[in-house]
């Protein structure tokens, strides 16, 4: 079966320090992968999505930016952070090819930017 | 473009009663849609699907059926229980397309 998995849970970072999130999938390959934010509550914004290794599509323009350096890993990344970067952030993924398949999430990050 | 919209929270009920959490969309063709469920401090988790009109998704108690000439998905439950307290997303996927559309989630608590 397919699992994904987001690290860390927690981070504690300050303003101006850099960031990187992963996030891998296990169990199938070429997945669609996704990052959201999620501001407290509050819905989801996606921020970046990718069909395949090297390809990011950037939904919102901002302070982060994504990699995906292999198949099956998501990176999220900041050179500096902001206070506004807080949040809690989830990674996803889908398979590709057919209409109606559903995306399955991680456990999700939540970042505090002090 | 392709947009989801849910009826505002919170949604208070007392176990045992009866549950309707309602979602209309706007999208071209024939989307697929879903509801998921998220407790507090974790990820999203799929709690049913849809992907033709008329088609009922149902899962754990839950039910939704899939309204093309409503352009609906409206989450149902008979009988809610205090675990059932989490918020609730509706979303849709667009035909040929990549992202998903959620909307801004409904919290739901349930009192004892």
């Known amino acids: 079966s397919q699992t994904i998995h987001q690290w860390p849970a927690t981070l504690v970072q300050p303003v101006g320090s850099p960031l990187s999130l992963e996030c891998t999938v296990e169990g199938t390959s070429n997945p669609n992968l996704y990052w959201y934010r999620q501001a407290a509550g509050r819905g989801l914004q996606l921020l970046f999505y990718s069909v395949g290794i090297g390809q990011i599509s950037s939904e919102v323009p901002q302070n982060l930016s994504a990699s995906r350096p292999q198949d099956r890993q998501f990176i999220l990344s900041s050179k500096k952070l902001l206070l506004s970067d807080s949040g809690f952030y989830l990674c996803?993924?889908?398979?590709?090819?057919?209409?109606?398949?559903?995306?399955?999430f991680g456990d999700g990050t939540r970042l505090s930017i002090l | 473009g392709d947009s989801v919209t849910q009826m505002e929270g919170p949604v208070t009920l007392s176990e045992e009663a009866f549950l309707t959490i309602n979602c209309t969309y706007t999208a071209t063709g024939y989307p697929s849609l879903f509801w998921y469920v998220q407790y507090p401090g974790e990820g999203l988790q799929l709690l049913l699907k849809a992907t033709k009109a008329d088609d009922k998704g149902s899962n754990k108690g839950f039910e939704a059926t899939y309204r093309k000439e409503t352009t609906s998905f409206h989450l149902e439950k008979g009988s809610v229980q205090v675990s059932d307290s989490a918020v609730y997303f509706c979303?849709?996927?667009?035909?040929?397309?990549?992202?998903?559309?959620f909307g801004t989630g409904t919290r739901l608590k349930v009192l004892a």
């Open positions: 996803a993924w889908s398979m590709t090819g057919e209409s109606g398949q559903p995306q399955h």
């Open positions: 979303a849709l996927k667009g035909a040929g397309t990549y992202k998903y559309i």
